[in-house]
């Protein structure tokens, strides 16, 4: 008897251990986490790991004969920046590896007659503004405008989504007899900011990356010019949305793709809000010329009207709130023990 499960993939990294958190205080089914790394100490009581890679068919295989999965998320990734210095292995990594995982779900929905629920975190690389003054004139952009990516990630991302809206609607289409199909949906997440984790790998790590530097009382040289603007959000609400997109009854869902955000914010503002908290904080611009183009390819603020009327979204922390009662107590408290 196969044992049920949810199965998070990715689970080692900055959402993965926030998810795995909220999730085992709010279902009681068993955690299943897979990731190239084990997750830390913390975690190994709130849910049983493998160490593993997502491009390990055999791997694989096994887990589809001994789980059941009830829901997926699929977190493993290559983040943007590690993404363009080794763009075969991203495309490997997150396109061919998300394949493998919506196999999966597809087999087991098949099997078991009834979906697994696939979530599957997207990101702001799925859009591609063509210039600057296009990215201040279309300031809000909504999930169908501007999908011309320029990074190898933003691409895997963007027909990944269709991926999962081929597997859910139009796989095995034309076979006699109408397969169940697995159940998908996705978020397009702006920059993600959390107090206990650090990011690595992407492009939007400035912010945190400014905010934990302070608080360390290091010298931080920003990626980005002062003028660039790009939503972010904190991870408390990032971890909120895939619940609650994850719970939302299926005939609430008019699309599979939502963009959710919280704040938008200049570098230069970011700074400020971080000398606020952290006044003796050393941090200069020395603006990277490549990671800034990408940065300028993606949109100042995504519209997450669709999030809010479908499945009320809405995040609890703007921008001061993230500030005030999320990131600054605990990091100061991180670092200052
Ligand atoms: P992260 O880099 O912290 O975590 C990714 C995890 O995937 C890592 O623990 C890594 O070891 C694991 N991984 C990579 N390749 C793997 C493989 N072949 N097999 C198994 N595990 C593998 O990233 P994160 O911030 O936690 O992001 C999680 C997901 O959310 C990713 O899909 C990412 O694209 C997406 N996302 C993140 C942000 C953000 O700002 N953090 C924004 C938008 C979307
Ligand atoms: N934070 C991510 C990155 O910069 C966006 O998906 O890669």
């Not at 169908?144 to 320029?150: A, I, S």
């Not at 609607?169 to 076979?175: D, F, I, M, N, W």
């Not at 990626?223 to 003028?227: A, Q």
């Given at each position: 008897m196969r044992k049920k499960a949810i199965l998070i993939t990715g689970a080692s990294g900055e959402i993965g251990q926030a998810l795995i958190t909220s999730l085992s205080q709010m279902s009681p089914m068993p955690i299943l986490t897979l990731d190239l790394h084990p997750v830390p100490q913390e975690f190994m009581s709130l849910c049983n790991h493998i160490s593993g890679d997502i491009l390990d068919h055999n791997l694989l295989a096994r887990l589809v004969t001994e789980y059941d999965f009830?829901?997926?998320?699929?977190?493993?990734a290559l983040l943007s920046t590690r993404s363009e210095f080794s763009p075969e292995l991203a495309h490997q990594v997150n396109v061919d590896g998300t394949l493998a995982l919506l196999q999966v779900a597809a087999e087991q929905s098949q099997r078991r007659g009834k979906p697994v629920r696939f979530i599957f975190p997207s990101s702001i690389a799925a859009y591609g503004m063509p210039n600057l003054a296009t990215k201040e004139r279309d300031r809000s952009v909504k999930e169908?405008?501007?999908?011309?990516?320029?990074t190898m990630y933003g691409c895997n991302k963007l027909y990944c989504e269709q991926l999962g809206i081929y597997y859910s609607?139009?796989?095995?289409?034309?076979?006699a007899n109408k397969p169940v199909m697995l159940d998908f949906r996705s978020l397009r997440f702006p920059g993600l900011i959390s107090a206990f984790t650090m990011p690595s790998?992407?492009?939007?790590?400035y912010g945190p990356e400014m905010l934990h530097a302070a608080a360390k009382g290091e010298r931080y040289a920003c990626?980005?010019?002062?003028?660039s603007v790009l939503p972010f959000m904190a991870m408390p609400d990032a971890v909120t949305a895939l619940l609650q997109l994850s719970a939302?009854?299926?005939?609430?869902?008019?699309?599979l793709i939502y963009n959710v955000t919280s704040f938008s914010i200049s570098a230069s503002d970011f700074r400020d809000h971080v000398l606020r908290a952290f006044p003796q904080a050393q941090i200069t611009f020395d603006p990277d010329w490549q990671r800034q183009g990408i940065v300028d390819s993606w949109?100042?603020?995504?519209?997450d009207e669709a999030a809010r009327r479908d499945w009320g979204w809405a995040p609890a922390y703007n921008l001061q709130r993230a500030f005030d009662e999320y990131l600054v107590p605990n990091i100061h408290r991180r670092y200052h023990r």
């Open positions: 009830e829901m997926i998320f699929h977190l493993a169908w405008q501007w999908n011309n990516p320029t609607k139009h796989y095995q289409q034309l076979s790998g992407g492009t939007t790590d990626f980005v010019r002062e003028d939302a009854p299926v005939e609430s869902l008019n699309h949109p100042a603020e995504l519209n």
